[in-house]
């Protein structure tokens, strides 16, 4: 076909005989025509949201970045919506080592100072860019509120206005302090959690009886300094081999433990569901090879399932299982045999989390309750099923949300989008 537009009332290129206007004018023109504009809801929601930016009350803009603060949080850390989680360590611990140098300066002046430079070193427009794609893509989340839509989108308006700007200092982009507020949080929770696993393993280990400088690298490690204590660790040869010797007895009570039929669940039920989705084709692969199988092939199904359970492993999930088995080893209406094996399991699946989980999965006698007679019903019918979609997770989704459980919902989403590109078919059709 000639390259040159056709009249309207030439015949048309494609040799039909038929007039230009009568056969492919309409389809050109199809072509041609500029991309569709954002879904008309989308369109709302960031107009909505440019009335929150342009409002002389700021207010309205504070209350939608701490709901932005929130839904981040609950989101948990996902890739484009924090900095680098290596660079934002290393970047923090230094800072932070070097603002506890100056005695003089203030906490409310440290903490600026370690925000500023933080976003400055890691809010580059690549970040920006990718942020404001990511809060876009998440203003189409079900269930979300208009309070939620319009607090995204002050957010996606934010991270995309400072490329329009050119010069706009990081430090003066509002969703970027929301991202490390969050993001510094997280870390500093993390931070606890590593200086209690390794206190709590030190104490296993009857405190009186360590020496001077053990006490002194325990006492920092509670005050935040786990590096010291594990540079002590590291460097008392005897110390390490008790430490390794009473997480190898703690992590065998532990699994039989969870073998007992009276032991209760350790995970949610919407945390068992997502390590079924994840694990489910390496688990099959593994369970499915024939008798005879050359070890060379065993082992890497083995592996594969290792890896498969290691990625399921993401930081919101071990962070939510953590605190719900610490908060039971501290039930005060449990006996202190319950309250003791729920502070083991604790601290064993800090320690090996991948090894841990496929011991519950394979080994724990109950599986999760519901936490209501609807929720009983619901996971009754998901298990029920032959097949799980993405859709035959949604009434749970909504069940979920509406018994205000948004992280939990969550993690059912996560199962949700998984479930696109991995289909699992619990059992054959009945004939």
């Not at 070193?121 to 893509?137: I, N, Q």
């Not at 991270?159 to 969703?175: C, F, L, N, T, Y």
């Not at 006492?219 to 081999?241: H, I, T």
């Not at 953590?322 to 080893?329: E, P, Q, S, W």
Request: charge should be negative.
């Amino acid at each position: 076909m000639s390259s040159k537009k056709p009249g309207r009332n030439d015949p048309c290129p494609c040799g039909s005989g038929k007039k230009y206007k009568v056969c492919h004018a309409s389809e050109d023109r199809a072509r041609a025509a500029p991309p569709a504009a954002p879904a008309s809801s989308a369109r709302a929601d960031l107009e909505a949201a440019m009335e929150v930016l342009g409002d002389p009350a700021v207010s309205k803009l504070s209350g939608a970045l701490e709901r932005l603060a929130e839904l981040l949080t609950d989101w948990g850390p996902v890739p484009s919506l924090r900095f680098d989680v290596k660079a934002f360590s290393e970047h923090v611990g230094k800072e932070l080592a070097r603002l506890s140098e100056n005695a003089d300066q203030d906490a409310s002046s440290a903490r600026r100072e370690l925000l500023v430079g933080t976003v400055r070193a890691l809010g580059t427009p690549a970040f920006l860019e990718a942020l404001g794609a990511a809060l876009m893509s998440k203003m189409s989340t079900p269930g979300l509120s208009a309070e939620d839509r319009r607090a995204i989108g002050v957010g996606t308006l934010l991270a995309s206005a400072s490329k329009r700007m050119g010069k706009a200092r990081p430090e003066d982009i509002p969703v970027l302090d929301v991202v490390f507020d969050v993001q510094f949080r997280e870390w500093s929770a993390r931070h606890k959690e590593l200086s209690q696993k390794y206190e709590a393993l030190v104490k296993g280990l009857e405190e009186e009886s360590l020496s001077d400088e053990a006490k002194a690298a325990l006492q920092q490690a509670r005050g935040g300094d786990v590096d010291a204590l594990l540079k002590y660790v590291q460097e008392d040869p005897e110390l390490a081999e008790r430490i390794a010797r009473e997480a190898k007895e703690r992590a065998a009570r532990v699994e039989a433990w969870l073998r007992a039929s009276t032991s209760p669940a350790v995970f949610s039920p919407e945390e068992e569901l997502w390590l079924t989705c994840a694990l489910w084709e390496p688990m099959q692969a593994l369970k499915n090879l024939p008798a005879g199988t050359e070890p060379a092939v065993r082992r890497e199904a083995v592996t594969a399932l290792m890896r498969a359970v290691k990625g399921a492993l993401d930081d919101d999930f071990l962070a939510g299982l953590l605190d719900r088995l610490r908060a039971k080893a501290k039930d005060a209406a449990a006996d202190e045999a319950v309250r003791t094996a729920f502070m083991d399991a604790a601290i064993a699946f800090e320690a090996e989390p991948a090894r841990m989980t496929l011991a519950a999965l394979l080994t724990a006698r109950k599986e999760a309750e519901g936490r209501s007679p609807e929720e009983m019903v619901a996971l009754a019918d998901l298990k029920a099923l032959t097949a799980w979609t993405p859709e035959s997770f949604e009434p749970y989704r909504a069940l979920l949300l509406s018994m205000g459980l948004p992280a939990a919902a969550a993690r059912v989403q996560r199962c949700q989008e998984w479930l696109k590109g991995h289909p699992v078919t619990l059992r054959p059709e009945p004939a």
